[in-house]
């Protein structure tokens, strides 16, 4: 999953004047883009871009993440991580909690502002993490699948 092209559409669906339920999809589809985007990068720092070669193994590292884990770790060990990546951690799990609500329950609203805020966020949150060098994203890769005892 490309997780600019998430972003380019949970942008769509916020833009004009969209109804609630588009402003749902939005918050949701902005989530999975950051979701997508760890899960890319911890293949890639753990097996290496996607060759035909590791295919599967690239495969099995990125659908390894879970989603309690994409944030959770980061907190146990702050004082690893650059500010890019405790920024990551941070607003993925605040994308989280607009997302489980957006997802589930059936009185929450959304703003249009909110939604485009949130989505800028995890937008800019992303671009910043894959700065971050490949050692680091390396430490999260190890963090995130294999959580911390």
């Known amino acids: ?3 600019l092209e998430l972003i380019r559409a949970s942008r769509l669906l916020a833009s004009g004047q969209p109804t609630q339920e588009a402003l749902r999809r939005a918050i949701s589809t902005a989530y999975y883009a950051m979701f997508h985007a760890l ?3 911890n293949a890639n720092v753990l097996v290496g871009q996607k060759t035909p070669s590791n295919r599967s193994d690239w495969t099995s590292t990125y659908r390894s993440l879970r989603h309690f884990r994409a944030e959770n770790p980061l907190y146990g060990w702050p004082h ?3 500010p890019p990546v405790q920024n990551f951690a941070i607003i993925i799990a605040g994308i989280k909690r607009q997302r489980e609500d ?3 329950n059936p009185d929450a609203s ?4 909110q939604v485009i805020t949130w989505i800028d966020r995890a937008e800019q949150a992303v671009i910043d993490f ?3 060098s490949s050692q680091e994203r390396t430490m999260v ?3 995130t699948l294999a959580g911390q005892r």
């Open 141 to 143: 890769a190890i963090a």
């Open 80 to 82: 690893l991580f650059s």
């Open 1 to 3: 999953m490309d997780w």
């Open 110 to 113: 959304f703003a249009q502002n």
């Open 39 to 41: 899960a890319a990068s």
């Open 102 to 104: 957006a997802d589930y």
């Open 130 to 132: 894959n700065n971050a």
